[in-house]
């Protein structure tokens, strides 16, 4: 199977072939391939692909799997309208 038909990521359809391109330009780190190709930004925040991209990187970087740190974890935010602040601000006066 081919690099680019892999889809490490669902949620933001990236395939392992963008993965190992963004390590060939020197981004080894979970947090360093998040903020370029979104990996573990969707909606299942990578409870999905976490542990397979940890594991291309321990074997491109080649070392032990335990030693690579995982992405920070940061909840969704829900927005909140702009009514409901409004309201509480009347409601507080």
Excluded: N, W
């Excluded at 032990?64 to 409901?84: A, C, N, Q, Y």
């Amino acid at each position: 199977m081919k690099k680019e038909d892999v889809i490490l990521c669902r949620c933001e359809d990236v395939t392992l072939k963008q993965l190992h391109d963004c390590f060939d330009e020197g981004y080894t780190t979970f947090e360093e391939v998040k903020r370029i190709l979104r990996i573990g930004m969707g909606p299942c925040q990578a409870s999905t692909c976490s542990l397979l991209v940890q594991r291309e990187i321990a074997k491109y970087t080649k070392q032990p799997l335990d030693k690579v740190k995982t992405h920070v974890i940061r909840p969704l935010i829900t927005g909140v309208p702009l009514g409901s602040i409004a309201k509480e601000a009347k409601d507080e006066s």
